[in-house]
Nanobody, 115 residues
Framework: QVHVVESGGGLVQSGGSTRLSCAVS????????MGWYRQVPGKQRELVAT???????NYADSVKDRFTISRDNAKSTTALEMNSLKPEDTAVYYC?????????WGKGTLVTVSS
């Protein structure tokens, strides 16, 4: 069994910064990719950023140069540093871990950016 737990988020002012963290625990051998996705009501969940076990990263165009994803393979954790936040970044952010070609998701954490 695999558990994915996010932390961080909350209310942030426009232009501010916040950091999300995610810890993966359980029956883990190798986590191929870890990532962050976000969703607003009425819209599909969208990719924010991903990072592979070798450190290759991928970002949505809307967050490039503002968000930074990182991971600690030894601790099975990932973090998302979010800077220059905009009201349109308001969403529930979900952590994802790909293990043995299976996607595991956290329950999400809400980030609200006030204008």
């Amino acid at each position: 069994q695999v558990h994915v737990v996010e932390s961080g988020g909350g209310l942030v002012q426009s232009g501010g910064s916040t950091r999300l963290s995610c810890a993966v625990s359980g029956s883990i051998r190798i986590i191929y990719a870890m990532g962050w996705y976000r969703q607003v009501p009425g819209k599909q969940r969208e990719l924010v950023a991903t990072i592979t076990s070798s450190g290759s990263t991928n970002y949505a165009d809307s967050v490039k140069d503002r968000f930074t994803i990182s991971r600690d393979n030894a601790k099975s954790t990932t973090a998302l540093e979010m800077n220059s936040l905009k009201p349109e970044d308001t969403a529930v952010y979900y952590c994802n871990a790909q293990i043995n070609r299976i996607n595991y998701w956290g329950k999400g954490t809400l980030v609200t950016v006030s204008s």
